[in-house]
């Protein structure tokens, strides 16, 4: 049951980190830190480590406490759909398809939504990822009314990998 709240959550709060369980520790440190980019900010042996981008103390952490060893969730089961990975610019966004392309990562696909343009995969672990960058709000596509009209049409990636 959800509950009548007549008051907004402040506009300032964001999501400030992910921490994900893995299988192996370093194999997802290959994925995020040499395939992705991140920085190792704080490694716990083979049971903890936290990664991140421009310095902060961590946007991601990865760890096998309770998953060393274990396999991804099996279809239809609850949990976490993806982890949505922010970058700032288009050429950034073009950036990280050139890895993925480099490292041979596959693509689960990828979508102009309007308001932002996409990249879909899976981690070593099978953890859903979207990398993306957002339009200007500006140029978010609306309705006659005013209203947001998101939408999911292909994403052109030879076009995005000029950006890079």
């Known amino acids: 049951m959800v509950a009548n709240v007549s008051s907004s959550i402040d506009p300032a709060v964001r999501i400030g980190h992910v921490h994900l369980k893995v299988a192996d520790l370093s194999r997802a440190l290959a994925f995020y ?39 991804p969730p ?5 949990g976490l759909y993806h982890v949505a990975i922010l970058y700032p610019t288009r050429t950034a966004l073009a950036d990280a398809l050139r890895r993925l392309q480099r490292a041979n990562i596959h693509l689960d696909g990828a979508a102009d939504h309007g308001v932002s343009e ?6 070593p672990d099978g953890n859903g990822i979207e990398l993306y960058c957002d339009r200007p709000p500006q140029d978010w596509p609306r309705t006659a009314a005013g209203e947001l009209a998101m939408h999911t049409h292909p994403l052109d990636l030879s076009a995005l990998l000029a950006e890079a």
């Open 33 to 71: 830190c040499d395939v992705l980019g991140f920085t190792l900010t704080q490694r716990f042996g083979a049971q903890a480590a936290f990664l991140s981008a421009g310095g902060y103390h961590h946007h991601i952490g990865l760890n096998t406490w309770e998953s060393a060893g274990g396999s």
């Open 74 to 78: 099996a279809a239809g089961t609850t």
């Open 118 to 123: 996409a990249l879909y995969l899976r981690d």
